[in-house]
């Protein structure tokens, strides 16, 4: 059973997301997030899984505000960067994930990455699910200058994103 669910779900093509946060230090930290998903209509409420083995998880516990980020095709580089790399790994924290791109503060100071799709959302509430905590979201403001161009999905990281920590 647990075999064939991991196939299955190894086989669909959930859209692919950076979530960002501030650290304790005011440096950004983020990661990729395939767990994410839509949970409400009225109201409008978004919840990302985050993994307790993420440098992000911390930040993302204690953060009032996260962004979101939508990739999308072709965007393999900013899959490898903050899905392929983890900021434990690094000299300074989370800084260097964000290397040569233009950071901006967001809804409560939350990082946007300048010239991707973006919402921000105020944390509404936080749901152990076992080894990734859901962060259910109110989204807050947000740009989607590339919403014409398809999703970056699971299937397009596949081959490309070994994940900087393990599943
Ligand atoms: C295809 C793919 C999907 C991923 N989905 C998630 C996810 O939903 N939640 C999560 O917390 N990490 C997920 N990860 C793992 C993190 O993005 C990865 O371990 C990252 O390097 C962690 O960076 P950090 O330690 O700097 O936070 C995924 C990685 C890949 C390659």
């Known amino acids: 059973m647990s075999g064939s669910f991991h196939a299955l779900m190894g086989s669909v ?10 650290g304790a230090d ?11 998903t ?9 919840a990302v899984l985050v993994s307790r083995l993420n440098h992000t998880f911390g930040p993302a516990m204690a953060a009032e505000h996260l962004v979101v980020h939508v990739l999308r095709k072709g965007d393999d580089d900013l899959a490898r960067r903050f899905g392929g790399e ?6 300074d924290g989370g800084v260097d994930k964000f290397v040569g791109l ?8 939350a990082p946007v990455i300048d010239g991707l799709d973006w919402f921000g959302g105020r944390v509404f ?4 699910c076992g080894d ?6 109110d989204p807050e403001g947000g740009e989607a200058p590339r919403a014409a161009l398809p999703a970056y999905g699971l299937q397009d990281a ?10």
């Open 86 to 91: 983890t900021a434990d790994d690094l000299p």
């Open 38 to 46: 839509q949970v409400s209509i009225r109201p409008p409420r978004f």
């Open 102 to 109: 233009a950071v901006r503060d967001g809804p409560g100071g």
């Open 13 to 22: 093509d959930p859209p692919m997301y950076v979530v960002t946060a501030r």
């Open 132 to 137: 990734h905590v859901a962060v259910v979201l």
């Open 158 to 167: 596949f081959g490309v994103v070994d994940p900087g920590h393990p599943a």
């Open 125 to 128: 509430g936080r749901y152990d």
């Open 26 to 36: 005011g440096e950004p930290v983020g990661c990729l997030v395939g767990f994410a």
